[in-house]
Protein backbone atom coordinates (compact mmCIF):
# COMPACT_ATOMS: atom_id res chain seq x y z
CA UNK A 1 0.00 0.00 0.00
CA UNK A 2 1.17 3.56 -1.37
CA UNK A 3 2.39 5.89 1.86
CA UNK A 4 3.28 9.06 1.08
CA UNK A 5 4.23 9.87 4.24
CA UNK A 6 6.59 6.86 4.80
CA UNK A 7 7.88 7.10 1.59
CA UNK A 8 8.95 10.80 2.10
CA UNK A 9 10.74 9.94 4.63
CA UNK A 10 13.06 7.22 3.33
CA UNK A 11 13.71 9.57 0.47
CA UNK A 12 14.86 12.28 3.09
CA UNK A 13 17.22 8.94 4.94
CA UNK A 14 18.72 8.29 0.88
CA UNK A 15 19.35 11.80 0.50
CA UNK A 16 20.84 12.47 3.73
CA UNK A 17 23.56 9.60 3.00
CA UNK A 18 24.24 11.16 -0.32
CA UNK A 19 25.07 13.90 1.43
CA UNK A 20 27.51 12.20 3.87
CA UNK A 21 28.66 10.70 1.08
CA UNK A 22 29.74 13.52 -1.34
CA UNK A 23 27.19 12.41 -3.77
CA UNK A 24 25.67 15.94 -4.33
CA UNK A 25 24.38 15.15 -7.49
CA UNK A 26 22.56 12.24 -6.71
CA UNK A 27 21.46 14.21 -3.83
CA UNK A 28 20.54 17.07 -6.37
CA UNK A 29 18.28 15.01 -8.20
CA UNK A 30 16.46 13.73 -5.71
CA UNK A 31 15.73 17.13 -4.04
CA UNK A 32 13.89 17.42 -7.78
CA UNK A 33 11.87 14.53 -7.52
CA UNK A 34 11.10 15.36 -3.93
CA UNK A 35 9.91 19.15 -4.64
CA UNK A 36 7.77 17.72 -7.84
CA UNK A 37 5.97 14.88 -5.99
CA UNK A 38 5.08 17.89 -3.25
CA UNK A 39 4.04 20.10 -5.79
CA UNK A 40 2.09 17.27 -7.76
CA UNK A 41 0.68 16.56 -4.10
CA UNK A 42 -0.39 20.20 -4.10
CA UNK A 43 -1.83 20.42 -7.64
CA UNK A 44 -4.19 17.24 -6.71
CA UNK A 45 -5.32 18.90 -3.62
CA UNK A 46 -6.40 21.69 -5.89
CA UNK A 47 -7.88 20.31 -8.17
CA UNK A 48 -10.01 17.95 -5.59
CA UNK A 49 -11.18 21.79 -3.97
CA UNK A 50 -12.15 23.14 -7.55
CA UNK A 51 -14.16 20.09 -8.58
CA UNK A 52 -16.37 20.89 -5.28
CA UNK A 53 -16.73 24.50 -5.96
CA UNK A 54 -17.45 23.63 -9.84
CA UNK A 55 -20.28 21.16 -8.39
CA UNK A 56 -21.77 24.24 -6.53
CA UNK A 57 -21.65 26.60 -9.14
CA UNK A 58 -23.02 24.25 -12.00
CA UNK A 59 -26.07 23.68 -9.52
CA UNK A 60 -26.51 27.16 -9.23
CA UNK A 61 -26.72 27.60 -12.79
CA UNK A 62 -28.87 25.42 -13.41
CA UNK A 63 -31.41 25.41 -10.09
CA UNK A 64 -30.98 29.47 -10.45
CA UNK A 65 -31.09 29.68 -6.70
CA UNK A 66 -28.56 28.93 -4.10
CA UNK A 67 -28.94 27.50 -0.53
CA UNK A 68 -26.80 28.18 2.93
CA UNK A 69 -25.17 25.24 2.47
CA UNK A 70 -23.77 25.56 -1.40
CA UNK A 71 -22.48 29.03 -0.46
CA UNK A 72 -20.41 27.68 2.67
CA UNK A 73 -19.03 24.95 0.18
CA UNK A 74 -18.31 27.70 -2.43
CA UNK A 75 -16.56 29.44 -0.33
CA UNK A 76 -14.23 26.76 1.99
CA UNK A 77 -13.46 25.33 -1.32
CA UNK A 78 -12.12 29.40 -2.17
CA UNK A 79 -10.44 29.87 1.15
CA UNK A 80 -8.89 25.65 0.42
CA UNK A 81 -7.77 26.82 -2.68
CA UNK A 82 -5.80 29.74 -1.92
CA UNK A 83 -4.35 27.58 1.26
CA UNK A 84 -3.06 25.17 -0.64
CA UNK A 85 -2.12 27.31 -3.69
CA UNK A 86 0.10 29.69 -1.26
CA UNK A 87 4.41 28.80 -0.99
CA UNK A 88 4.44 30.11 2.27
CA UNK A 89 7.92 30.92 2.80
CA UNK A 90 9.08 31.66 -0.71
CA UNK A 91 6.27 33.48 -1.52
CA UNK A 92 4.01 33.24 -4.54
CA UNK A 93 2.15 30.34 -6.06
CA UNK A 94 2.21 26.73 -6.69
CA UNK A 95 -0.06 27.52 -9.70
CA UNK A 96 0.42 30.27 -11.85
CA UNK A 97 -3.07 32.33 -12.85
CA UNK A 98 -2.44 30.25 -16.44
CA UNK A 99 -2.14 26.79 -14.81
CA UNK A 100 -5.37 27.81 -12.69
CA UNK A 101 -7.12 27.84 -15.82
CA UNK A 102 -5.96 25.19 -17.29
CA UNK A 103 -6.67 23.04 -14.17
CA UNK A 104 -10.55 24.44 -14.36
CA UNK A 105 -10.61 23.12 -17.61
CA UNK A 106 -9.21 19.46 -16.76
CA UNK A 107 -11.48 19.05 -14.14
CA UNK A 108 -14.43 20.64 -15.41
CA UNK A 109 -15.96 16.97 -17.06
CA UNK A 110 -15.65 15.23 -13.43
CA UNK A 111 -17.27 18.38 -11.85
CA UNK A 112 -20.43 17.94 -14.55
CA UNK A 113 -20.61 14.39 -13.97
CA UNK A 114 -20.64 14.56 -10.18
CA UNK A 115 -23.22 17.68 -10.46
CA UNK A 116 -25.23 15.26 -12.56
CA UNK A 117 -25.92 13.16 -9.40
CA UNK A 118 -27.35 16.30 -7.54
CA UNK A 119 -28.88 18.55 -10.37
CA UNK A 120 -32.92 18.70 -10.01
CA UNK A 121 -32.51 15.63 -8.16
CA UNK A 122 -30.25 13.54 -10.42
CA UNK A 123 -32.47 13.36 -13.40
CA UNK A 124 -30.13 14.19 -15.48
CA UNK A 125 -26.79 12.75 -16.78
CA UNK A 126 -23.89 14.62 -17.51
CA UNK A 127 -24.59 14.71 -21.43
CA UNK A 128 -28.21 16.85 -20.83
CA UNK A 129 -26.57 18.64 -17.84
CA UNK A 130 -23.95 19.67 -20.60
CA UNK A 131 -26.39 21.20 -22.25
CA UNK A 132 -27.82 22.95 -19.76
CA UNK A 133 -24.58 25.01 -18.75
CA UNK A 134 -22.73 27.63 -20.09
CA UNK A 135 -19.63 26.40 -19.63
CA UNK A 136 -17.08 29.45 -20.25
CA UNK A 137 -19.51 31.20 -18.11
CA UNK A 138 -18.97 28.81 -15.03
CA UNK A 139 -15.22 28.81 -15.78
CA UNK A 140 -14.65 32.15 -15.94
CA UNK A 141 -16.61 32.88 -12.24
CA UNK A 142 -14.93 30.04 -10.92
CA UNK A 143 -11.22 31.40 -12.02
CA UNK A 144 -12.80 35.03 -10.69
CA UNK A 145 -13.43 34.14 -7.40
CA UNK A 146 -10.24 32.16 -7.08
CA UNK A 147 -7.94 34.84 -7.84
CA UNK A 148 -9.88 37.32 -5.45
CA UNK A 149 -9.48 34.67 -2.48
CA UNK A 150 -5.86 34.04 -3.34
CA UNK A 151 -5.22 37.98 -3.55
CA UNK A 152 -6.59 38.85 0.09
Request: charged share 35%; glycine share 4%; net charge negative.
Amino acid sequence: MYNPKGESMEEIETLRAYIKQGKYSDALQLIDELDEMSRDDKIHKVESYMRVLLIHLIKKEVEQRTTRSWEVSITESLRQIARVNKRRKSGGHYLSENELTEALEEVFPDAVLRASLEVMEGTLDDKQLKELIDKARIRQEASQLILEFQNQ
